[in-house]
Nanobody, 116 residues
Framework: QVQLVESGGGLVQAGGSLSLTCAAS????????TAWYRQAPGKQRELVAG???????NYADSVKGRFTISRDNSKKMLYLQMNSLKLEDTAVYYC??????????WGQGTQVTVSS
């Protein structure tokens, strides 16, 4: 049974930093494409950052230079380091894990709230 457990969300002051972690289990993590998505109220869910099984990364323009996505295949962990947070970063953040030959999985979501 595949499980994605997210942690690290919370309330942070604008300009501050926050780290998100997604712990995967029940999956061959090294063969997956992984990503962080976010969804703000009234907005479409959008890709924040992605990282492939070969460590190729891509970022939304809005977070380039501020966020860093990484993964640890041995620990089956996905990370998102968020720096210089802005009010518009406030959203529910979702871990996404897509195996090679299985349907993708989503985390439960973790709330990130950036205050002024």
């Amino acid at each position: 049974q595949v499980q994605l457990v997210e942690s690290g969300g919370g309330l942070v002051q604008a300009g501050g930093s926050l780290s998100l972690t997604c712990a995967a289990s029940g999956i061959s993590f090294s063969l997956t494409t992984t990503a962080w998505y976010r969804q703000a109220p009234g907005k479409q869910r959008e890709l924040v950052a992605g990282i492939s099984s070969l460590a190729t990364t891509n970022y939304a323009d809005s977070v380039k230079g501020r966020f860093t996505i990484s993964r640890d295949n041995s620990k089956k962990m996905l990370y998102l380091q968020m720096n210089s947070l802005k009010l518009e970063d406030t959203a529910v953040y979702y871990c996404y894990v897509n195996p090679r030959h299985s349907p993708p999985y989503w985390g439960q979501g973790t709330q990130v709230t950036v205050s002024s």
